[in-house]
Nanobody, 130 residues
Framework: QLQLVESGGGLVQPGGSLNLSCAAS????????IGWFRQAPGKEREGVVC????????YYGDSVKGRFILSRDNAKKMIYLQMNNLKPEDTGVYYC???????????????????????WGPGTQVTVSS
């Protein structure tokens, strides 16, 4: 079974950038739709950006569109999130997640958690503050 572990979180000033990584193990990443999710204190977990297994479909949360970039390297079994122009409201625990491609309805359904992914990393804290 696929396992995921995030890294790269930390403290960053507003307007700054931060890159998160997610290392996958256990099964080939090629067959998985992937995504980054986050949860701010006192709020529900929300999808940030998600990508289909064949990289053909993407879904961005409205608040991050144009600022965050999701990418993957299947050969290295790595998932990345480049975050730019960070805002205090971006603060939260960031999770990478994955779901076998045939088990998802659509990338959007996965990202808005109508069809939640089954595999999650433990999360990494991102704090945007002066």
């Amino acid at each position: 079974q696929l396992q995921l572990v995030e890294s790269g979180g930390g403290l960053v000033q507003p307007g700054g950038s931060l890159n998160l990584s997610c290392a996958a193990s256990g099964f080939t990443l090629d067959y998985y739709a992937i995504g980054w999710f986050r949860q701010a204190p006192g709020k529900e977990r929300e999808g940030v950006v998600c990508l289909s297994s064949n990289d053909g479909s993407r879904y961005y949360g409205d608040s991050v569109k144009g600022r965050f970039i999701l990418s993957r390297d299947n050969a290295k079994k790595m998932i990345y999130l480049q975050m730019n122009n960070l805002k205090p409201e971006d603060t939260g625990v960031y999770y990478c997640a994955a779901e076998f491609y045939w088990r998802i309805q659509t990338v959007q359904a996965m990202c808005v958690m109508r069809n939640p992914p089954a595999t999650w990393g433990p999360g990494t804290q991102v704090t945007v503050s002066s």
